[in-house]
């Protein structure tokens, strides 16, 4: 019988719903099929680690930026919950008024539902995302929201996000007038070359593995461990799930044999690893 891992790469907060979500998907494949297959192993591989600001200065700037912010845009659900972490009150209290609100895909938006932000029964707040799951990413949020002002001159917007990412989103606001503060909210650790964890994935028995990767700096941070520790040759015939072009790209890079690309969202990478299990349950030994 065919032994298949699917590995999840999320940080650790972050990765248990989607495994759930497999594990779910997994059990249902197996009771509508009727076959008697090997249940495949879900394996969790942390490859970075969201550290939360905490210095009360950079919960000053966010206050302050906030006073005279006509955007607030959250570069994922971590930029969310860190933020709100850092105000620790209500997010309207702050604001003093609904401060239009940008994110790039489904998960930040149900972020800022469990905050109640865009439900408020008094003048909620706007929340503006690319309509198109195929469009979740920079590009896609900007096509949405660059024809919200008539004009971007002099608009301040302020961007929350970790210690990098998305310049060039910031860059497109700037293009056209707008002044934009980034605050990093969180920083992003590499998990250590050191740490049990590798071996654990590494050394599975399996025929085939699906790596599920969310993060270009993740897939990077992959590349470089096995490099160090001369294991180039696993990507040889693993494979690769990635939701956007970017992360396919570095994961191409690194040396993954197969490259898979799917939607952003839970919903779409689920949906795409159980098709890929589902052909690698019918490859012969």
Known sequence: ??????????????????????????????????????????????????????DPKVAATIRTALQAADLAVFVSPNAIECTMRLL????????????????????????????????EVNLPTPIWMPSNPAQWDSEGLWAAIQNRFPSWAGR????????????????????????????AVYSRIPLSESSPQWEKVLHANTDDALWILTSSEAVRHLGTVLKQQGRQDYLASASALC?????????????FATVLECHSGDAALVSA????????????H
């Open 1 to 54: 019988m065919k032994s298949t891992a699917l590995v999840v790469t999320r940080p650790s907060g972050q990765a248990s719903a989607l495994m759930e979500a497999l594990q779910a998907a997994i059990e249902s494949i197996a009771a509508r099929s009727g076959q008697d297959w090997q249940t495949p192993q879900i394996l969790a591989l942390p490859l970075l680690t969201i550290v939360p600001k905490s």
């Open 88 to 119: 620790g009150d209500d997010w309207q209290s702050i604001a003093q008024r609904p401060i239009p609100i940008g994110v790039v895909g489904q998960s930040s938006y149900h972020a800022l539902e469990r905050h109640g932000i865009g439900a």
């Open 156 to 183: 301040r917007v302020v961007v929350f996000r970790g210690d990098g990412g998305r310049e060039w989103l910031a860059d497109q606001m700037q293009s056209v007038g707008a002044q934009v503060e980034a605050i």
């Open 243 to 255: 939701p956007h072009h970017n992360i396919a790209r570095s994961a191409k890079e690194i040396g």
């Open 273 to 284: 690893a159980m098709t890929w299990l589902e052909a690698a349950s019918k490859k012969p």
